[in-house]
């Protein structure tokens, strides 16, 4: 579960893997498009890459009357 500040969290579940070779480096890639200061990390020790697939994601913000809640539900490829 994700959270910020307010009254507002992110609940997300799926599979995880973490891509080798090939697909690792095509992950690498969409990632450092996106941080660019990403390839910086690439020498860290501990680093890890992992790709999710989202089986339900469900938004939740509490400081709404009624709380406003919007859940996602994906279908198995």
Do not use: C, H, K
């Not at 959270?3 to 579940?13: A, I, L, M, N, P």
């Amino acid at each position: 579960m994700v959270g910020w500040g307010g009254e507002q969290t992110v609940q997300f579940e799926g599979v995880a893997i973490e891509p080798e070779d090939r697909e690792l480096e095509r992950v690498q890639e969409a990632y450092f498009a996106v941080w660019p200061d990403g390839p910086e990390r690439v020498l860290w020790p501990t680093i890890a890459y992992f790709v999710v697939q989202p089986r339900w994601i469900r938004f939740s913000d509490f400081e709404q009357i009624p709380p406003l809640i919007v859940e996602i539900n994906f279908s198995a490829p």
